[in-house]
Nanobody
Framework: QLQLVESGGSLVQPGGSLRLSCAAS????????VAWFRQVPGKEREAVSV????????YYSDSVKGRFAISSDNAQSAVYLQMNSLQPGDAAIYYC?????????????????????WGQGTQVTVSS
């Protein structure tokens, strides 16, 4: 079981940018499908983006497409979420999650119950 740690959450003004990081303690993430979710109190956890393991594609929710970008470093020690043009509606706790890759990932990556490992979350606040 991976231990995931998110970092990078902060208070930012509307239109600003943040980069979130997700690292696995003692493991590289390259062989895993890693996703970012977000959640606000009283609402369901929402899938934001995913990078499919073993060189698979990246996907985004419609609400962030064109503004957010998922990436990993060369050593695949961390997965990042670059968030640009942030809006108040992006404010949430952001979680990273991982799972072993599957051929079905492009279709079910938005389902939280597909993921076996979760980080503790990092708070993103968008306010002037």
């Amino acid at each position: 079981q991976l231990q995931l740690v998110e970092s990078g959450g902060s208070l930012v003004q509307p239109g600003g940018s943040l980069r979130l990081s997700c690292a696995a303690s003692g493991f590289t993430l390259g062989g895993y499908t890693v996703a970012w979710f977000r959640q606000v109190p009283g609402k369901e956890r929402e899938a934001v983006s995913v990078t499919i393991g073993n060189g698979g594609a990246d996907y985004y929710s419609d609400s962030v497409k064109g503004r957010f970008a998922i990436s990993s470093d060369n050593a695949q020690s961390a997965v990042y979420l670059q968030m640009n043009s942030l809006q108040p509606g992006d404010a949430a706790i952001y979680y990273c999650a991982s799972k072993l890759p599957s051929v079905w990932d492009p279709w079910n990556w938005r389902e939280p119950n597909q993921y076996s490992d979760w980080g503790q979350g990092t708070q993103v606040t968008v306010s002037s």
